[in-house]
């Protein structure tokens, strides 16, 4: 599953491609994908994510086996959870 982050308003060009800003294009499976927020307001990403057609997504999540935004000093975060 891919996770993006959206910070501002993103411009949809077409079905997979999304043009940030700063100019960089990239093509996304949005259908599988979540925008997570930083700095942004919960009304903006949601907003966001369905013009993108995507899920809005949490912190802490899952990648690879490990919890991204999870406090890593506590031993409960590295226990494997299947």
């Not at 369905?50 to 031993?75: E, K, Q, T, W």
């Amino acid at each position: 599953m891919s996770k993006r982050l959206v910070t501002e308003q993103p411009q949809k060009l077409s079905k997979n491609t999304l043009v940030l800003p700063h100019g960089l294009r990239f093509k996304v499976d949005f259908y599988k994908s979540k925008v997570f927020r930083i700095g942004v307001s919960e009304r903006k990403l949601a907003c966001n994510a369905r013009i993108l057609g995507c899920d809005v997504g949490s912190f802490p999540f899952n990648y690879l086996g490990v919890l991204v935004g999870a406090n890593m000093n506590l031993i409960k975060n590295w226990k494997l959870k299947v």
